[in-house]
């Protein structure tokens, strides 16, 4: 489940990161700033180190579920604090909702399968 949830942050983030470079998420994110060319950086960051976790996870590395655990707090952190920061309007955040769900059914899961 940690791989899987490892696959759903690339999957989301390829698209949203072509839509960022394009132009064609201004709708939801705005206009092209330099808030957003960060937010950019930090999500292609994201999916980078998802694809090097799935890599370890699939080679057996004994650092792959501490290493996916600690994105995986800092991504809920964060997506967490845009429904304070931003509510619950933005699909956005409404994305961040789901995603934030699937990576905490993902622990929960690993955890109980191991007791």
């Given at each position: 489940?940690?791989?899987?949830?490892?696959?759903?942050?690339?999957?989301?983030?390829?698209?949203?990161?072509?839509?960022?470079?394009?132009?064609?998420?201004?709708?939801?994110f705005?206009?092209?700033?330099?808030?957003?060319?960060?937010?950019?950086?930090?999500?292609?960051?994201?999916?980078?180190?998802s694809?090097?976790?799935i890599?370890?996870?699939?080679?057996?590395?004994?650092?792959?579920?501490?290493?996916?655990?600690?994105?995986?707090?800092?991504?809920?952190?964060?997506?967490?604090?845009?429904?304070?920061?931003?509510?619950?309007?933005?699909?956005?955040?409404?994305?961040?909702?789901?995603?934030?769900?699937?990576?905490i059914?993902?622990?929960?899961?690993?955890?109980?399968?191991?007791?």
């Amino acid at each position: 489940m940690l791989i899987t949830a490892l696959y759903l942050n690339i999957a989301i983030l390829v698209p949203v990161v072509f839509g960022l470079l394009t132009g064609e998420a201004d709708a939801v994110f705005g206009q092209d700033t330099t808030a957003r060319r960060i937010l950019t950086c930090v999500y292609i960051s994201i999916a980078a180190v998802s694809m090097g976790l799935i890599a370890l996870h699939l080679s057996g590395h004994k650092w792959a579920v501490p290493m996916t655990f600690a994105l995986f707090s800092v991504q809920i952190t964060y997506k967490l604090a845009t429904v304070i920061a931003i509510g619950v309007a933005s699909p956005v955040v409404l994305t961040n909702l789901a995603v934030v769900g699937l990576q905490i059914a993902a622990i929960v899961a690993w955890s109980v399968a191991r007791g």
